[in-house]
């Protein structure tokens, strides 16, 4: 295994690494591999049916907006004609 040291980090975030090791229970080098191990190999890409469904948690729409959105033509389509 390879060792990596990392000067003049900034004290501020050597505590915060300090408390988000401890969140996940793991040591702060612990922590550190693991925030460079997830950015480096992620874990899945996101879904496009995940992302969409995120985008519309984020939506802020009023109840006439929505019914806007959920009002369509329900006549049905006439066939195509080839010739």
Do not use: K, N, W, Y
């Not at 460079?36 to 907006?65: C, H, K, M, N, Y």
């Amino acid at each position: 295994m390879a060792r990596l040291t990392v000067r003049d980090l900034p004290d501020d975030v050597r505590e915060a690494l300090r408390v988000r090791a401890a969140q996940h229970g793991r040591s702060t080098e612990a922590e550190v591999r693991q925030i460079l191990i997830d950015v480096v190999f992620p874990a899945a890409q996101v879904e496009l049916g995940s992302l969409l469904a995120g985008i519309g948690r984020e939506a802020t729409l009023t109840d006439d907006e929505v019914d806007q959105m959920s009002a369509r033509d329900t006549t049905a389509a006439a066939p195509m004609a080839f010739g």
